[in-house]
């Protein structure tokens, strides 16, 4: 019997017990005693004790600031809408998603959401975590003829300066590489994070070529350094004449063969910024290029690059047989941007004003319903 049903049998007895003659009450004590495993004389007491006295409901330790409902609700619904953050970025999301939330917010719920804590997202939205797990295909071939004219780099993690990118390309073949088929050139800005993606036919020369002119072209800060990996879409003389042979020429450098660590930054937004959202299924319509390019263009670059926030690697060293990593506190690429003394007030100045004018539940919706109409092509 649990302590909720003695109490409730406690409450229905007392009345009798008071009531009964010496003998009765005997047999009632007996029967109490055996069904709710009390002391005899603990059980005595609580018979003859008054119902406002006779059992304390009350709580101990601090006062429960986030037990409302809809703090919970509140918290869920950005959550999933922002593609299930950590509770350190979803801190940082809240400021920037609850002055746009679509639905009126009671007072004492929107003071609790602007000061809780990670860990106290962590506790309560425990039940509602889920883990993902899922591996794709590589498609790098080794473009070995041209591989002595591009230096090999290994120390991009310490660039601070916004204009030195790793790029890479996620492939969407599903589960064969035969055949042709989409490609999306994924690049990221090792300062900033800021980020941009284009869809390509294949891994044609020319069509990488012209993804990362206009992936340059939508950069709020002068491109200084290109990093990719060994792959031959990358490593050909398109590229090299295009970044070398200019009037101010940009750093090309790659990483080592079989050290996929080298591109740490690229290959972490490949899974956030990609698969997560178009998935593993093979995008084999030359159609889907254009549609995907609309989408990455307009609501997609916008999201990502001035709504979700993400962390830094600032600092890490061994500790017996543990490494210990250090990051910084999350910021979006915007928020990088405008902490940064090497871009332009200006673009700093247009792209606040663009800000200023995006909602991210209406992007988030728009792009809902631009990626259900790309994966209803695929479906086909």
Same mark, same amino acid.
């Given at each position: 019997?649990?302590?909720?049903?003695?109490?409730?049998?406690?409450?229905?007895?007392?009345?009798?017990?008071?009531?009964?003659?010496?003998?009765?009450?005997?047999?009632?004590?007996?029967?109490?005693?055996?069904?709710?495993?009390?002391?005899?004389?603990?059980?005595?007491?609580?018979?003859?004790?008054?119902?406002?006295?006779?059992?304390?409901?009350?709580?101990?330790?601090?006062?429960?600031?986030?037990?409302?409902?809809?703090?919970?609700?509140?918290?869920?619904?950005?959550?999933?809408?922002?593609?299930?953050?950590?509770?350190?970025?979803?801190?940082?999301?809240?400021?920037?998603?609850?002055?746009?939330?679509?639905?009126?917010?009671?007072?004492?719920?929107?003071?609790?959401?602007?000061?809780?804590?990670?860990?106290?997202?962590?506790?309560?939205?425990?039940?509602?975590?889920?883990?993902?797990?899922?591996?794709?295909?590589?498609?790098?071939?080794?473009?070995?003829?041209?591989?002595?004219?591009?230096?090999?780099?290994?120390?991009?993690?310490?660039?601070?300066?916004?204009?030195?990118?790793?790029?890479?390309?996620?492939?969407?073949?599903?589960?064969?590489?035969?055949?042709?088929?989409?490609?999306?050139?994924?690049?990221?800005?090792?300062?900033?994070?800021?980020?941009?993606?284009?869809?390509?036919?294949?891994?044609?020369?020319?069509?990488?070529?012209?993804?990362?002119?206009?992936?340059?072209?939508?950069?709020?800060?002068?491109?200084?350094?290109?990093?990719?990996?060994?792959?031959?879409?990358?490593?050909?003389?398109?590229?090299?004449?295009?970044?070398?042979?200019?009037?101010?020429?940009?750093?090309?450098?790659?990483?080592?063969?079989?050290?996929?660590?080298?591109?740490?930054?690229?290959?972490?937004?490949?899974?956030?910024?990609?698969?997560?959202?178009?998935?593993?299924?093979?995008?084999?319509? %030359?159609?889907?290029? !254009?549609?995907?390019? $609309?989408?990455?263009? @307009?609501?997609?670059?916008?999201? =990502? +690059?001035?709504?979700? *926030?993400?962390?830094?690697?600032?600092?890490?060293?061994?500790?017996?047989?543990?490494?210990?990593?250090?990051?910084?506190?999350?910021?979006?690429?915007?928020?990088? %941007?405008?902490?940064? !003394?090497?871009?332009? $007030?200006?673009?700093? @100045?247009?792209?606040?004003?663009? =800000? +200023?004018?995006?909602? *991210?539940?209406?992007?988030?919706?728009?792009?809902?319903?631009?990626?259900?109409?790309?994966?209803?092509?695929?479906?086909?």
């Amino acid at each position: 019997m649990g302590p909720k049903a003695r109490h409730e049998y406690g409450d229905d007895l007392r009345p009798r017990y008071r009531k009964a003659s010496q003998k009765e009450k005997k047999i009632m004590l007996d029967e109490f005693v055996a069904n709710c495993q009390y002391n005899r004389k603990y059980a005595i007491r609580l018979l003859k004790a008054s119902p406002k006295t006779s059992h304390k409901t009350s709580h101990r330790g601090r006062k429960k600031h986030y037990a409302h409902p809809g703090i919970l609700e509140v918290l869920t619904f950005i959550w999933r809408r922002t593609n299930l953050p950590c509770s350190k970025r979803l801190k940082i999301i809240l400021s920037l998603w609850l002055p746009h939330y679509p639905y009126e917010i009671p007072k004492e719920v929107l003071d609790a959401l602007l000061k809780i804590s990670p860990a106290t997202i962590d506790r309560l939205m425990k039940p509602d975590r889920a883990k993902y797990q899922k591996k794709g295909l590589t498609f790098t071939k080794p473009g070995t003829l041209i591989k002595k004219h591009i230096p090999i780099k290994t120390n991009q993690w310490d660039e601070t300066k916004p204009g030195f990118i790793e790029v890479d390309s996620v492939a969407h073949c599903g589960n064969s590489g035969a055949g042709s088929f989409a490609f999306t050139i994924d690049c990221v800005d090792i300062a900033t994070t800021w980020t941009e993606q284009r869809a390509v036919w294949g891994k044609g020369e020319r069509g990488i070529l012209n993804a990362m002119i206009n992936i340059e072209q939508s950069l709020p800060f002068e491109l200084l350094g290109f990093d990719c990996d060994n792959g031959s879409e990358f490593l050909n003389w398109h590229l090299v004449r295009h970044y070398l042979k200019r009037k101010k020429p940009v750093q090309f450098t790659r990483s080592r063969a079989y050290h996929k660590n080298d591109n740490a930054h690229i290959e972490e937004k490949n899974w956030t910024h990609v698969r997560q959202y178009l998935g593993y299924q093979r995008f084999d319509k %030359i159609e889907l290029v !254009d549609m995907l390019n $609309d989408l990455y263009t @307009t609501e997609w670059r916008l999201y =990502f +690059n001035f709504f979700i *926030p993400s962390v830094k690697l600032v600092a890490k060293h061994r500790l017996g047989s543990k490494i210990i990593k250090q990051y910084d506190s999350p910021q979006t690429p915007l928020q990088r %941007i405008m902490d940064s !003394d090497q871009v332009a $007030d200006e673009k700093k @100045t247009q792209l606040i004003d663009l =800000f +200023n004018t995006l909602n *991210p539940f209406v992007l988030q919706e728009q792009m809902s319903a631009k990626i259900k109409a790309i994966m209803k092509k695929v479906n086909e």
